[in-house]
Each structure stands twice: as C-alpha cells, then as structure tokens.
C-alpha cells in the first residue's frame, strides 16, 4: 500500500524546498521531522495545547505569525517561508550555529529552561512577540500582561514560566524601540 502524495515548495529557514512529493494526510512535524530532519519543534500533546510544536511563517508583510504543527498538515505550509527553531540564530556556510538569537541567548542567561522540551515553542511566541511590539510598542505599565498574553499558551510541564517571562521581560527592556512613552 502506498500513500497518495502531492507535490510540496516552500522555504524553510531560509532553504528553498522545491516540489518534493509529500503525503496528502502528513502532518508539518512529521514533514519536518522525516524529510528534513529538523526535530527542534517538539512533539507534545498532538493536540494543539501545549505548543512545543510551533514554528513561525513569515507573512508577505513581513510581519511573524505562530503556527502549529502537529495539527496542521504539511500541504498547507505550501509556498509559505517558514521558520523553525533552527533557523533562529546565526549559522556559518557548513550550518553549525556560531550565534544564538538574543532571545535565546536570554533563555539562557535567565536559566529559563529546566527539561527544554517545551523552550522551542517559547522561542516561536517570544519571537513573534517582540515583532509585534516592533510593529506596534506598547507603554511599560502594559508589558507584563503582554507577555502573560503572549506565552500563557504555551506549557511548560517543568513550570518554568517565571524565568520565561523574566526573560523576555528584561530583552524587551533592553531593546529600544518595543515601549512608547
């Protein structure tokens, strides 16, 4: 028995994926885990709840939206420019990471992660975050419900959210630009 398959394009990190034949029913994590051998974006429910999942798709506004995996197929990210965990940070010509992402590198700093199954999808939303605020800055009396809005729909089963939001709180500080008035 073979699956029925259909032609996929799109960008992912950067890479151009052109026309590779992709079952019809395959979900975008099992794409990304068997084809391309990205296994950042983690399985966690399957369900769509705990968004360890997620990977970013670069809008033709340029602007970020967050994007499950596990519950959407891999054919409906066809033509789209897609980010995963992987691609956040600076790589060199052979794709060793030489840089990480200054959110990631304040994951670290704030010892946000415990277990880091669930830190990719905190990387996704805190990304698509901070290019929200670069769109559209918010007064400092409005960050800290913000970012509760922002990352309270991703699960943490170590419960580290405190250190999550710390995080991404000082970044946002630090980076001019992301706070009016």
């Known amino acids: 028995m073979t699956l029925a398959t259909k032609k996929l394009s799109l960008t992912i990190n950067d890479r151009v994926i052109d026309r590779i034949d992709v079952p019809y029913t395959m ?4 794409f990304l885990y068997e084809y391309l051998n990205l296994t ?18 670069e809008k033709d506004d340029g602007s970020l939206e967050e994007v499950q995996t596990c519950t959407i197929g891999a054919h409906w990210f066809e ?39 669930c830190t990719p999808g905190f990387v996704t939303g805190a990304t698509v975050f901070m290019d929200q605020l670069k769109r559209k800055p918010i007064a400092r009396a409005e960050l800290e419900q913000a970012i509760i809005d922002a990352l309270d729909k991703h699960i943490c089963r170590c419960t580290g959210y405190v250190r999550y939001h710390e995080a991404v709180r000082d970044l946002v500080l630090k980076t001019p630009g992301l706070l009016n008035g």
């Not at 979900?27 to 099992?30: I, R």
């Not at 950042?40 to 798709?57: E, F, K, L, P, Y």
């Not at 789209?80 to 200054?102: N, Q, Y």
């Open 27 to 30: 979900m975008m994590q099992d």
């Open 40 to 57: 950042g974006s983690r399985m966690g429910c399957g369900q769509g709840i705990c968004n360890a999942c997620t990977v970013i798709v």
């Open 79 to 117: 033509g789209k420019r897609v980010r995963t965990v992987e691609g956040h940070g600076s790589h060199d010509a052979s794709g060793a990471i030489t840089k990480l992402s200054p959110l990631q590198q304040a994951f670290i700093e704030h010892f946000s992660f415990q277990c880091g199954y």
